[in-house]
């Protein structure tokens, strides 16, 4: 067909799936046009990880994903964490390996990961239309692709990598779920996710700025990592990590989170006990430094009823054990997550019992193929959703050559 408006594919979205299908499905062959409403590619990927995107983890596995695991499981048969290193090695990104196999580009800049995609999907011909909205899209014969413009492009594969509603500052929105609602798709409920909670305890406005290595605890669930308390609650990884499933939660009511300050430590009364015999002189403040921030210490004294002035070796042993349980499950209170515009990702999206697990082909629409954070599966910090995403990339254009 000579119809320069045409293609094989197009791609709804330069994101990560976006970029990696566009890309994959060239390579192939394929005439390829991609379509991105913002002014840049990938901008998500580039704030991701602080600006340094994390963009996989060594220790991938579908226990890392929420939402429908299985659909994970497919994808991480197909792409792997070796074939996800040799993907980009094949862009020329050069990757470095750090603590709980977290993989960063070398240059410590995600737009190392961002460039070399954007040149790659240029070299093998890629079509890409930047600030052009997508609006509609309509199957017939073919696919139809609206623009806001009033453009409109034809297609025998159509895929949607539009993202999610999180950050909405970099360009999130709920433009792809409006979009797969109208091809026939049920779009389970959107919350935030990897986001920080806001609590109920105002005495955590005590603690504002400082960061701790912990493991938190809701719902039957745990996370281990670091904790930032903020003036209006709990941030960092250990914390995001839980967000997903805490979220849909709150709306029965509060949920309670604990914090282990100390998850290395097994015994923590005898831990303490024994500290005291060492250190029987030293008063209540004194008797912490050296394993807690003075100011955790400090809200401590305080929370437990120690009195401040009592040299530690006539402490009760009670007292040990309280100040024991009290660190080694800190009670909070979680009332909310933080808002869209702080949340990393989303947990909900398109139903996935809709999806072909295997290819990512709507199971409603044929043709139409469904990526990345559109899809009900969320993962935890630490790469997983970018791995996930270039994942449903990848697949999605083998499916496509395939047929």
């Not at 709990?234 to 309670?256: D, E, F, N, R």
């Not at 030293?282 to 004294?301: D, M, P, Q, V, Y």
């Not at 869209?340 to 990512?360: D, F, K, Q, S």
Request: charged fraction near 15%; glycine fraction near 10%; include cysteine.
């Amino acid at each position: 067909m000579n119809n320069p408006n045409f293609f094989d594919v197009i791609i709804v979205g330069a994101g990560a799936s976006g970029l990696v299908c566009a890309l994959a499905s060239a390579r192939r062959g394929k005439k390829v046009l991609l379509l991105e409403k913002e002014q840049q590619v990938g901008r998500k990927i580039l704030v991701s990880g602080n600006g340094r995107c994390n963009l996989t983890n060594a220790y991938v596995s579908a226990g890392d994903y929420r939402g429908t695991p299985q659909l994970a499981a497919a994808i991480l048969e197909k792409f792997s964490f070796q074939t996800c290193l040799d993907f980009f090695q094949t862009l020329g990104v050069l990757t470095t390996q750090e603590a709980l196999g977290r993989v960063f580009p070398q240059t410590g800049k995600s737009t190392a990961v961002v460039e070399p995609l954007r040149l790659a999907c240029m070299e093998a011909g890629v079509q890409i239309r930047l600030g052009t909205e997508v609006v509609k899209v309509e199957k017939k014969n073919h696919f139809r692709v609206h623009t806001a413009s009033g453009d409109i492009f034809s297609a025998k594969y159509c895929v949607l990598a539009c993202g999610s509603k999180a950050y909405p500052q970099v360009g999130g929105s709920e433009s792809g779920y409006r979009l797969a609602k109208s091809l026939g798709h049920h779009i389970t409920a959107l919350t935030p996710a990897l986001c920080a909670l806001n609590v109920k305890e105002k005495a955590v406005a005590r603690l504002q700025g400082i960061r701790a290595q912990v493991r938190t605890t809701a719902l039957g669930t745990s996370a281990e990592g670091e904790i930032l308390f903020t003036a209006y609650g709990l941030s960092g990884p250990a914390v995001l990590g839980l967000s997903g499933i805490i979220g849909p939660h709150l709306q029965q009511g509060p949920v309670p989170v604990n914090v282990n300050f100390f998850p290395q430590i097994e015994n923590l009364s005898e831990f303490l006990m024994q500290r005291k015999q060492q250190f029987a002189h030293r008063k209540a403040k004194e008797f912490f430094a050296g394993i807690l921030h003075e100011n955790i210490a400090n809200l401590l004294i305080d929370f437990v009823g120690i009195k401040k002035s009592a040299p530690v070796g006539e402490w009760p042993e009670y007292v040990f054990k309280k100040a024991a349980g009290t660190l080694s499950a800190w009670p909070f209170t979680a009332l909310s997550l933080r808002p869209w515009t702080e949340a990393m990702v989303t947990a909900g999206g398109v139903n996935c019992a809709e999806i072909n697990y295997n290819t990512l082909e709507s199971l409603r629409c044929p043709g139409l193929y469904v990526l990345g954070e559109l899809l009900n599966v969320d993962g935890r910090s630490g790469g997983f959703n970018l791995h996930f995403a270039w994942g449903c990339g990848y697949c999605a254009a083998g499916a496509m050559a395939e047929e």
